[in-house]
């Protein structure tokens, strides 16, 4: 008897030893690590959804502002919250498996106006599927109009400021030198353009009249940029169209990086332009 109770004593502890060491085998399994995977999946689904919103530049329409190769922010609350902020899409090589949004309001949601020199993510007007990055440069309102290269925003001349020409230095263009100025906008906000050509095709204009709720923007490389001047393609944007203010460059990489050559990805970074500032 004494035995066979030491016995029954005895196994208890190991039976729950067992079951123990079979609750930390359950807990140190698979599932935490899914759990963390889902939850930061879900946080970074919400600072996206209402936050900051990754941007990357496929066009030099911005430089030497932005650079074909950078990757930013865009903080989505700079001017509230509008018709595309919550824009959904999912296109793999260019077929639209799904897409979310516009949503059907009118106007914003804690909504603010831009100001002048904003650089800003919109969506194109005649294209509401297709995003663009450009600088406000009129307000509503205001008359443009684009003399010999010179902004006149109401008649008076935005104020520019020869800089030393840039000079392509590869491609089928090396060697040819690019003016640089400048260009002081009347709130003081200030940042540099380049003129590639001394007459080019926009570089005389009508007046443009900004009409309410909408805003002129343009391009900070003025002679290879579709803008606000061209009213068929561009035009006024409207305020609904606004996505968000560019805020920082997180990225940026040049041409000659490629993800299946390693030794590319430290020569290929741009690491002096990472955390440039670009928001108001």
Do not use: C
Not at 60 to 73: H, I
Not at 198 to 222: E, I, K, L, S
Request: charged letters at 20%.
């Amino acid at each position: 008897m004494t035995n066979s109770q030491d016995n029954r004593t005895t196994a208890a502890p190991k039976a729950q030893n067992a079951g123990n060491a079979h609750k930390r085998k359950e807990e140190g399994g698979l599932w935490p690590t899914i759990r963390l995977v889902i939850e930061a999946l879900l946080i970074a689904f919400v600072i996206r959804t209402f936050f900051f919103q990754p941007y990357n530049i496929p066009s030099s329409s911005m430089v030497p502002t932005l650079l074909v190769g950078d990757y930013l922010f865009v903080g989505k609350l700079s001017y509230g919250y509008g018709p595309h902020s919550f824009n959904f899409r999912v296109a793999p090589f260019g077929y639209e498996l799904f897409s979310f949004g516009p949503l059907p309001i009118k106007g914003r949601i804690f909504g603010s106006q831009p100001e002048r020199g904003d650089v800003v993510v919109f969506k194109l007007p005649t294209n509401p599927k297709i995003d663009y990055i450009k600088r406000v440069i009129g307000l509503p309102g205001d008359h443009i109009q684009v003399i010999r290269g010179v902004v006149h925003i109401n008649g008076n001349p935005v104020k520019r400021q020869r800089l030393e020409d840039a000079v392509i230095s590869k491609g089928p263009h090396a060697g040819m030198r690019i003016a640089r100025y400048r260009e002081t906008l009347p709130n003081g906000r200030s940042y540099i353009v380049r003129e590639m050509l001394p007459n080019g095709p926009a570089d005389n204009t009508d007046v443009y009249v900004v009409p309410p709720g909408h805003y002129f923007v343009m391009g900070d490389n003025r002679d290879n940029s579709t803008d606000s001047r061209f009213l068929d393609e561009v035009g006024y944007v409207p305020w609904e169209n606004l996505m968000g203010e560019a805020k920082i460059i997180f990225f940026s990489h040049n041409e000659n990086i490629s993800p299946f050559l390693p030794w590319t990805w430290i020569t290929g970074v741009r690491w002096w332009r990472i955390g440039t500032w670009l928001g108001s």
